[in-house]
């Protein structure tokens, strides 16, 4: 990657604009990759675990549906009126400045993209291995092995041009809806008796309640990436038309399919029978279905197009991840390394390399489990600080222009805050230690910026302009 890097001599400025080259199927694409993956495919296993019940399970996917949809409305505003690749960054910087955009961007390296990179991988090879007879005590370093080999192969296809981008990425969200819309068909189908398993919601306790927040956690994780496409904002083509479109046509899209698949699931398993897998098993819930719903013969090579499905997200992730890090380079809040782009492609291989190499290390240290914890309330945290973005600049810039406005504002973006927040807090009730190494991560970039040198000066000035 470093071979076509933009090397430039002395009083030469770096090429860093991006050029627009996405329109509005890639970025609807990058949207829906970005949504159906890994969440879908675990998450549902573990909310039957904690409500115990399926119907349940489906009342907190419809409800992560709508906060999701009511995100994706402002942020469809706030990318509209402010086009330029960056995402949250961006909108950060402009409504509270460049300290609060620091923040969010080093959250975005470490949590908001480290995780999900590192999670849809490892879930992928998960996925891929199962059929296979590897033994246990050497299973979880191929896990981790082929999600290291996934992480590379994706980072030097987004490196290497954007036609070769836009192909992988499109191709594979295709063919990822087209398998889950199979998936969704045969199985209504072969588990047509299994409706009772619906019929099972318990006695509602402030227990339960409790249970039910922490497990919309989970669910809100699954529809994270709604915003995905707002990362590439300065590369799609009539942004101010197209990035809307492609947020809410995304978002509304995936959580029909959602619903769908997660009837499938109840189908196949009653409550009862998901809390006898227990928190192991239960992470390949969508391949414990498809071997009940079809039989093993069918299940095992299932399970690998699962996997192979996955890989659509992961490519989402490293695609965006990076124009984070490109976006804070500019801006003199990273190393300017990371705004380098390579010559013939123009793509940030750098920053793509940086945020490839920070995921590949969450592969091995931690397990997955915590991986999906720490990542979960990483992206609640500072979703909030972005979608009350939209607030604090119809406020301070009345006069910005807004070709697309939140439907129902200003009640569509508080849905958003206000359910996030109590899911937040439910989760560090709940799950303390994941939750403080989220907030521990988002704390140290704190004196980062404030005592990496000439961190704070470059940003001021760089505000200045």
């Given at each position: 990657?470093?071979?076509e890097?933009?090397?430039?001599?002395?009083?030469?400025?770096?090429?860093?604009?991006?050029?627009?080259?996405?329109?509005?199927?890639?970025?609807?694409?990058?949207v829906?990759?970005?949504?159906?993956?890994?969440?879908?495919?675990?998450?549902s296993?573990?909310?039957v675990?904690s409500?115990?019940?399926?119907?349940?399970m489906?009342?907190?996917?419809?409800?992560?549906?709508?906060?999701?949809?009511?995100?994706?409305?402002?942020?469809?505003?706030l990318?509209?009126?402010?086009?330029?690749?960056g995402?949250?960054?961006?909108?950060?910087?402009?409504?509270?400045?460049p300290f609060?955009?620091?923040?969010?961007?080093?959250?975005?390296?470490?949590?908001g993209?480290g995780?999900p990179?590192?999670?849809?991988?490892?879930?992928s090879a998960?996925?891929?291995?199962?059929?296979?007879?590897i033994?246990?005590?050497i299973?979880?370093?191929?896990?981790?092995?082929?999600?290291?080999?996934?992480i590379?192969?994706?980072?030097?296809?987004?490196?290497l041009?954007r036609?070769?981008?836009?192909r992988?990425?499109?191709?594979?969200?295709?063919?990822?809806?087209?398998?889950?819309?199979l998936?969704v068909?045969?199985?209504?189908?072969a588990?047509?008796?299994?409706?009772?398993h619906?019929?099972?919601?318990?006695?509602?306790?402030?227990?339960?309640?409790?249970?039910m927040?922490?497990?919309l956690?989970?669910v809100?994780?699954?529809y994270?990436?709604?915003?995905?496409?707002?990362y590439?904002a300065?590369?799609i083509?009539?942004?101010?038309?197209?990035?809307?479109?492609a947020l809410?046509?995304?978002?509304?899209?995936?959580?029909?399919?959602?619903?769908?698949?997660n009837?499938?699931?109840?189908?196949a398993?009653?409550?009862?029978?998901?809390?006898?897998?227990?928190?192991?098993?239960?992470?390949?819930?969508a391949g414990?279905?498809?071997?009940?719903?079809?039989?093993k013969r069918?299940?095992?090579?299932?399970?690998?197009?699962?996997?192979?499905?996955?890989?659509?997200?992961?490519?989402?992730?490293?695609?965006?991840?990076?124009?984070?890090?490109?976006?804070?380079?500019?801006?003199?809040?990273?190393p300017?390394?990371?705004?380098?782009l390579?010559?013939?492609a123009?793509t940030?291989?750098?920053?793509t390399?940086?945020?490839?190499?920070?995921?590949?290390?969450?592969?091995?240290?931690?397990?997955?489990?915590?991986i999906?914890e720490?990542?979960?309330?990483?992206?609640?945290?500072?979703?909030?600080?972005?979608?009350s973005?939209?607030?604090?600049?119809?406020y301070?810039?009345?006069?910005?222009?807004?070709?697309?406005?939140?439907?129902?504002?200003?009640?569509t973006?508080a849905?958003?805050?206000?359910?996030?927040?109590?899911?937040?807090?439910?989760?560090?009730?709940?799950k303390?230690?994941?939750?403080?190494?989220?907030?521990?991560s988002?704390?140290?970039?704190?004196?980062?910026?404030?005592?990496w040198?000439?961190?704070?000066?470059?940003?001021?000035?760089?505000?200045?302009?």
């Amino acid at each position: 990657m470093s071979g076509e890097a933009t090397e430039a001599s002395a009083g030469e400025r770096h090429d860093t604009e991006l050029p627009e080259s996405y329109g509005f199927a890639t970025a609807t694409w990058v949207v829906v990759a970005g949504m159906v993956g890994t969440g879908v495919l675990t998450m549902s296993g573990y909310t039957v675990l904690s409500v115990r019940s399926n119907q349940l399970m489906l009342f907190l996917w419809v409800a992560g549906g709508i906060v999701a949809l009511c995100g994706a409305f402002a942020a469809a505003e706030l990318g509209a009126s402010l086009p330029r690749s960056g995402g949250d960054y961006v909108f950060l910087r402009e409504a509270y400045g460049p300290f609060a955009a620091f923040l969010s961007g080093w959250v975005s390296f470490l949590i908001g993209f480290g995780g999900p990179i590192a999670i849809a991988a490892s879930a992928s090879a998960r996925y891929v291995l199962a059929p296979f007879a590897i033994r246990s005590s050497i299973l979880p370093h191929a896990i981790n092995a082929l999600a290291t080999a996934s992480i590379i192969v994706f980072a030097v296809v987004h490196v290497l041009g954007r036609n070769l981008s836009v192909r992988a990425q499109a191709s594979s969200t295709i063919v990822k809806l087209g398998l889950l819309i199979l998936y969704v068909v045969f199985g209504l189908i072969a588990g047509r008796r299994g409706f009772s398993h619906l019929a099972d919601r318990p006695p509602i306790d402030s227990h339960l309640l409790r249970e039910m927040l922490f497990s919309l956690v989970y669910v809100s994780y699954a529809y994270t990436g709604w915003n995905t496409a707002a990362y590439i904002a300065g590369e799609i083509k009539n942004p101010k038309r197209n990035l809307p479109l492609a947020l809410i046509t995304g978002t509304a899209g995936v959580t029909i399919l959602y619903l769908a698949i997660n009837v499938v699931y109840a189908l196949a398993f009653s409550a009862s029978d998901i809390v006898a897998f227990g928190p192991e098993k239960v992470a390949k819930i969508a391949g414990l279905a498809a071997t009940s719903l079809y039989g093993k013969r069918i299940g095992d090579p299932l399970s690998v197009a699962i996997g192979l499905m996955l890989y659509a997200s992961l490519s989402a992730y490293v695609l965006t991840g990076p124009r984070v890090l490109y976006a804070m380079a500019r801006e003199g809040q990273f190393p300017s390394v990371a705004a380098r782009l390579t010559k013939r492609a123009r793509t940030p291989a750098i920053a793509t390399a940086i945020q490839s190499t920070w995921s590949i290390f969450l592969v091995w240290v931690a397990p997955f489990e915590t991986i999906l914890e720490y990542a979960s309330v990483g992206l609640a945290i500072f979703s909030m600080l972005t979608i009350s973005s939209v607030y604090v600049l119809r406020y301070r810039r009345p006069d910005l222009p807004r070709p697309f406005r939140a439907p129902g504002y200003p009640v569509t973006p508080a849905i958003y805050l206000v359910v996030t927040a109590m899911l937040t807090v439910a989760a560090f009730s709940m799950k303390p230690i994941p939750s403080l190494y989220a907030l521990g991560s988002m704390l140290i970039g704190v004196p980062v910026y404030w005592f990496w040198p000439g961190l704070g000066s470059k940003s001021s000035a760089a505000a200045a302009r």
